[in-house]
């Protein structure tokens, strides 16, 4: 398939240079203020040099993206919340030509899901958005394998960095600025960590599995957050005293309500994963419990996502 793509951070990045190990071929790119269109096809190394020397990736701009020839619009713009604009703006005016689409960008499904699938039941495209959940996890695919209908409840560590904070915790007895001043400088937190310390970014995440296990409705008003800045780093210690540990849990639960909260667990539960990994649950009626783990983020790890929707998209 030819793609567009929109978004040139990590993700992006990843799938424009990932592509063609896919069968897939890029012919469009943007960034936040430059774009650049190439109907035989982009040279990848060539547009990250410039973006990397120059800030930009093209004289064009996200319009001409947009207009290209292109088959698959990959929307990985970062994720905004409300409106979830510009990134469902963006997914509107290719499914408006008839053109496929594949999310990373959270916003647009999780605050708009309606929306979108009104847009979908009007266009010849078709949208997908594996990567917006777990990364390289394919929570969405193994729901729609299974039938959302016959997923009862999802639950799971949905956030790398809160993970890794209350890993270390854990396991240094070191309080929460300590280790997320650590974090920081090792990249796996944001300069400003807000949206993954405080729940957010789970919280979107749930809106989602929500919305796919019930037919949509959910937005992230409707999620329960609490985050992790409040734990003490005693209260982890107790809690290993006991055998048990704290982490992250986001759940749709069978009545339908969804929720992001610090869990007491024991040690060795399978929810309890370390570091930067990410587990989804799944409760099914005639499959038992599932448990999908692996890594949640990253630029090639979601790209693999992305490139997978693309793969179904084309058969």
């Given at each position: 398939?030819?793609?567009?793509?929109?978004?040139?951070?990590?993700?992006?990045?990843?799938?424009?240079?990932?592509?063609?190990?896919?069968?897939?071929?890029?012919?469009?790119?943007?960034?936040?203020?430059s774009g650049v269109v190439e109907a035989g096809g982009l040279d990848a190394d060539a547009?990250?040099?410039?973006?990397?020397?120059?800030?930009?990736?093209?004289?064009?701009?996200?319009?001409?993206?947009?207009?290209?020839?292109?088959?698959?619009?990959?929307?990985?713009?970062?994720?905004?919340?409300?409106?979830?604009?510009?990134?469902?703006?963006?997914?509107?005016?290719?499914?408006?030509?008839?053109?496929?689409?594949?999310?990373?960008?959270?916003?647009?499904?999780?605050?708009?899901y309606d929306d979108l699938q009104a847009l979908v039941d009007e266009s010849a495209g078709d949208l997908r958005f594996e990567a917006t959940v777990a990364g390289a996890i394919p929570a969405i695919a193994t729901i729609d394998g299974v039938g959302a209908?016959?997923?009862?409840?999802?639950?799971?560590?949905?956030?790398?960095?809160?993970?890794?904070?209350?890993?270390?915790?854990?396991?240094?007895?070191?309080?929460?600025?300590?280790?997320?001043?650590?974090a920081q400088d090792l990249g796996v937190a944001e300069a400003?960590?807000?949206?993954?310390?405080?729940?957010?970014?789970?919280?979107?995440?749930?809106?989602?599995?929500?919305?796919?296990?019930?037919g949509g409705g959910y937005t992230l008003d409707d999620v329960d957050v609490r985050g992790i800045t409040d734990i003490p780093g005693s209260a982890l210690e107790l809690a290993a005293e006991d055998g048990r540990t704290v982490r992250l849990v986001g759940e749709v639960d069978e009545a339908g309500n969804a929720r992001v909260a610090p869990r007491?667990?024991?040690?060795?539960?399978?929810?309890?994963?370390?570091?930067?990994?990410?587990?989804?649950q799944l409760e099914t009626t005639n499959a038992g419990r599932l448990n999908l783990s692996g890594r949640g983020a990253g630029g090639p790890e979601t790209a693999t996502a992305v490139l997978a929707d693309v793969d179904r998209l084309a058969d």
């Open positions: 398939m030819k793609l567009a793509v929109l978004g040139a951070g990590a993700v992006g990045r990843s799938v424009v240079e990932l592509a063609g190990e896919y069968g897939h071929e890029v012919v469009a790119l943007a960034d936040s203020s547009v990250f040099e410039r973006k990397d020397a120059d800030g930009v990736v093209g004289e064009k701009d996200v319009a001409a993206v947009l207009d290209a020839d292109y088959d698959c619009l990959v929307e990985a713009t970062p994720t905004t919340l409300d409106d979830a604009q510009p990134g469902f703006g963006h997914a509107e005016a290719a499914l408006a030509r008839d053109r496929d689409v594949v999310l990373a960008n959270k916003g647009p499904v999780a605050e708009r209908g016959r997923v009862t409840a999802a639950r799971g560590v949905l956030n790398g960095t809160a993970n890794f904070i209350l890993t270390r915790m854990a396991a240094e007895g070191l309080d929460y600025e300590h280790v997320l001043a650590e400003d960590p807000a949206f993954d310390v405080e729940g957010i970014d789970a919280a979107l995440k749930c809106a989602i599995v929500a919305n796919v296990l019930h007491l667990l024991p040690e060795n539960d399978t929810l309890a994963v370390t570091g930067t990994q990410n587990i989804v």
